[in-house]
């Protein structure tokens, strides 16, 4: 058991959510599993039960760990679901962080959707969709594999320079801006190919993170599918 270290100026309870966040991606405590009590998480790391339960809260409002009444608490194992009213971008969440993000285009390709991606963008008869798998690296540490899907309305995008950030060409070369959108939030486990790319174990606890966007007229604008390394990187919720 890795200890807390008393001589750095980061927080005991931050230090402990880090423990506690890297044990749950590492599978050391599985989804809907029960985590030690504050009683035993304050024996064990030998910090107060005020440090443990300011630890836990942190852990529980970035929907890793969920507190049931009269149980303790365990791993989520319901997705996390939120409504935006503003839409806060990969990009936008790494500069919050003050760190750099850099992105790799993988794959540009043609697709046809699911019945649920078909409802969303309301498509009809045999339309394909066009998808962007990417790769972000935050400070040279590749953490998140993305894949975005467009209406084959945006197929010029393939003539463009992916390696950046998608709503900076939205805005600038069609005068388009994401404005609202739904998120969901759930833990998901990596595949061989997510293993490879993101340089983890194969089935490791990764966060999967689903956006369905409308841009500033309504319209559906685009989905995406983010896989991303939790014990690297904390998705901010705006």
């Not at 409802?119 to 990417?134: D, T, Y």
């Not at 005068?175 to 833990?187: D, F």
Request: aromatic share 8%.
């Amino acid at each position: 058991m890795e200890q807390l270290n008393t001589s750095i100026s980061k927080t005991l309870y931050d230090q402990l959510a880090d423990q506690i966040r890297y044990d749950i991606y590492e599978g050391k405590f599985k989804q809907g599993e029960k985590i030690p009590s504050e009683f035993e998480l304050s024996d064990m790391y030998k910090v107060s039960r005020s440090t443990v339960r300011k630890a836990i809260s942190i852990l529980v409002q970035e929907s890793l760990l969920e507190k049931a009444h009269g149980k303790g608490t365990f791993v989520s194992s319901a997705t996390t679901r939120q409504n935006n009213s503003s839409f806060l971008s990969f990009t936008d969440n790494v500069r919050l962080m003050g760190q750099t993000l850099t992105t790799k285009t993988i794959l540009v390709s043609h697709e046809m959707p699911t019945k649920g991606q078909q409802h969303f963008f309301n498509l009809s008869g045999n339309k394909s969709l066009l998808k962007i798998e990417r790769l972000r690296y935050v400070d040279n540490i590749a953490i998140c594999m993305e894949t975005t899907w467009f209406t084959t309305a945006f197929d010029s995008l393939q003539t463009k320079n992916l390696n950046g950030s998608l709503y900076a060409i939205l805005q600038n070369e069609y005068n388009i801006r994401p404005l609202t959108g739904s998120k969901t939030i759930e833990l998901c486990y990596a595949s061989s190919e997510e293993s490879e790319l993101l340089d983890v174990t194969r089935g490791s606890a990764l966060m999967l993170i689903e956006d369905k966007v409308y841009d500033s007229t309504g319209n559906p604008l685009h989905i995406s599918k983010q896989v991303v390394r939790g014990d690297k990187f904390k998705y901010a919720l705006k």
